[in-house]
Nanobody, 124 residues
Framework: QLMESGGGSVQAGDSLRLSCTAS????????MGWFRQAPGKEREFVAV????????HYAEFAKGRFTLSREHAKNTVYLQMTNLKPEDTAVYYC???????????????????WGQGTQITVSS
């Protein structure tokens, strides 16, 4: 089971850190990613990190502003977001990726488990 936390309402330019924690005794040995879904839009890829943490892929809009990392001891991945913009407003979902190849990690079908999501609202 995956659980996101850290969402909230912020001003443009602010920062937030999202967390995704695996519970239920699950060994955190998976590739883990984040997607987001804005109202009326499809769910879109944000970033993904490999099991070891050595490989990270980002969507173009996330490069330079978002940083994905993981802490194995806590079974948690973190999405640090800086310089947030109103267009970042969405529900952010943590997902478990079955692969880490760049050409497939942007596809929803690559993920076999999801969290409930956490809302981020950025006002101008």
């Amino acid at each position: 089971q995956l659980m996101e936390s850290g969402g909230g309402s912020v001003q443009a330019g602010d920062s937030l850190r999202l967390s995704c924690t695996a519970s239920g005794g699950e060994q955190f040995t998976y590739n883990m990613g984040w997607f987001r879904q804005a109202p009326g839009k499809e769910r879109e890829f944000v970033a993904v990190i490999s099991r070891s943490g050595s490989i990270v892929h980002y969507a173009e809009f996330a490069k330079g502003r978002f940083t994905l990392s993981r802490e194995h001891a806590k079974n948690t991945v973190y999405l640090q977001m800086t310089n947030l913009k109103p267009e970042d407003t969405a529900v952010y979902y943590c997902g478990r990726a079955t692969e880490i190849r760049a050409e497939v990690v942007t596809k929803i079908e690559t993920y076999d488990a999801w969290g409930q999501g956490t809302q981020i609202t950025v006002s101008s």
